[in-house]
């Protein structure tokens, strides 16, 4: 097991959501399913625990009822090299789910992603402020990114 591992409370979506994590995501596994017991408190058999690894990143889903729920105060971070791939996973991760704006999104199961392009970060990190800004103000208005039109804005077209 890992030092830190994001930990996710499900109400009794645990399983169904790392298996579609898994679905998206190369290089991910199901780990390890844990059962509730005779002491419960979930119906003895039912998933507790579901541990999974997306990209070499561990994860461990909790079953733990309807209690808490997901915030857009945190979320993960997925830094994409190309558009394909950031529309791939925008795509798939919006289903049954919410867009948002800036690169945010929340899945079916109300957890929240940002679908980042490489393109983003370096181009509004560029030491000249006019051209930053004017990256930073064309992703404003974006929901999923578009790499080109980041380039464009930098650009000044």
Partial sequence: MEK??????????AEDAANFYTSIFKN?????????GEAGPGPKGTVMTVTFQLEGQEFMGLNGG????????ISFFVNCETQ?????????????????K??????????????VPKALLE???DKDPVKSQ???KAMLKMAKIDIEGLKRAYRGE
Avoid: M
């Fill in 134 to 136: 004017r990256v930073f």
């Fill in 28 to 36: 991910s596994k199901i780990l390890n399913i844990a059962r509730y």
């Fill in 123 to 125: 181009l509004i990190q």
């Fill in 66 to 73: 309807p209690h808490f729920t997901f915030s857009p105060a």
């Fill in 102 to 115: 800036c690169a945010w999104l929340q899945d079916k199961f109300g957890v929240s992603w940002q679908i």
């Fill in 4 to 13: 830190i591992t994001p930990f996710l409370w499900f109400d009794d979506k």
């Fill in 84 to 100: 394909a791939e950031v529309d791939e996973l925008w795509e798939k991760l919006s289903a049954g789910g919410r867009e948002d």
